[in-house]
């Protein structure tokens, strides 16, 4: 069965491709290289023992979109993952935000509709719940105002593909991911930002190797435990094997709506400050951090309650925070050797 990954050669995405091609899909990746480069495709050689196709294309150019699923019609499923993903960014420029994660999902739900059958599995967010009113999280809390363009880039996406399913022959899953984090154990592929680190454990980990001077705690006033803000972080493996479940799930007919949404995170929220005394135990080395005032569009407090996927799924998060750490120092080791 031939799978198409938009974005596949990013974080998330080429993990997936990696679990796809174990299972034995044929998968075609297609990637603008925006946020990633083509030495992705080496790593998941060396891991998997083929390379996926690949094709560099931009889903925001609507006619290369078109030629595209023209030449590919006997596609079985496509995972989305091809979206602008940092929420700082996002509220400094919101417009390409929305150019990017909307119009590239509208043009593919497009070429999907003219399909007697289509499986489409979205990468949302937790961001979605915004600053959810108890924890933990579950699918059925309410979708809060949004905190930032890069959330409501999600909300408005989960909304259009609702409203796709509903008259068209396209089933689709939503996967609400908390905060993936960690690297395949292979260390041939991990979390690559261009420029400067959006994401924390990436900025730990550059940190951690002397790229950066100091990291910036934003926000010690939080009403949290230790005062910095909570997230649920999950294994990368863990999220891309999910995935595979969800396809599967919608490929095998097992689903019993048009869209099904599903949380995934380990269902334990940890601060800030001890994501960083996790990196300094599983490291050796002591981070320098500083605290500085809090960031606009970032919440208190957000971990999922996982039981709806556990139970339908029959997917759980199996890596530590510790494990997860240990495999983002081990790759960002590799990379700056």
């Not at 030495?39 to 030629?67: C, H, M, W, Y």
């Not at 259009?160 to 395949?184: C, E, M, Q, S, W």
Request: glycine letters at 8%; hydrophobic letters at 35%.
């Amino acid at each position: 069965m031939k799978i198409v990954v938009t974005g596949g050669l990013g974080f998330i995405g080429s993990h997936t491709v990696v679990e796809l091609q174990n299972e034995g899909y044929e998968v075609v990746v297609v990637d603008n290289l925006s946020n990633t480069s083509l030495s992705v495709l080496d790593g998941i050689q060396n891991i998997t023992g083929k390379v996926p196709a690949f094709e560099k294309l931009d889903l925001r150019e609507k006619e290369k979109v078109q030629n595209f699923f023209k030449r590919h019609p006997d596609i079985s499923g496509v995972i989305h993952f091809a979206a602008s993903k940092a929420v700082g960014e996002s509220v400094e420029n919101p417009l390409l935000y929305y150019e990017n994660n909307i119009n590239t999902l509208v043009y593919v739900l497009q070429e999907l509709q003219l399909k007697p059958e289509a499986n489409f599995i979205f990468s949302s967010s937790c961001t979605v719940y915004g600053q959810a009113e108890t924890m933990p999280i579950t699918e059925n809390a309410s979708i809060q105002t949004a905190m930032s363009p890069y959330g409501n880039t999600k909300q408005i996406g989960e909304e259009i593909i609702t409203d796709t399913a509903k008259v068209t022959n396209i089933n689709a899953i939503l996967l609400r991911y908390f905060n993936p984090i960690g690297a395949h154990p292979s260390t041939e592929i991990g979390e690559l930002p261009i420029g400067v680190p959006q994401n924390l454990v990436p900025f730990i980990t550059q940190t951690g190797f002397g790229l950066r001077k100091e990291l910036s705690v934003y926000g010690d006033d939080y009403p949290t435990p230790d005062g910095t803000a909570v997230r649920d972080y999950i294994h990368v493996v863990d999220l891309a094997k999910a995935h595979v479940i969800a396809l599967q799930r919608l490929l095998n007919k097992k689903n019993t709506a048009k869209v099904e949404t599903f949380n995934l995170g380990t269902g334990t929220g940890s601060s800030v400050l001890e994501v960083i005394h996790t990196f300094e135990k599983v490291s050796g080395k002591k981070l320098p951090y500083k605290i500085v005032g809090r960031r606009e569009g970032d919440i208190t407090s957000a971990y999922a309650n996982t039981d709806k996927a556990n139970t339908i799924l029959g997917w759980k998060a199996q890596s530590t925070l510790e494990q997860a750490m240990a495999s983002a120092w081990k790759w960002e080791q590799k990379i700056r050797r």
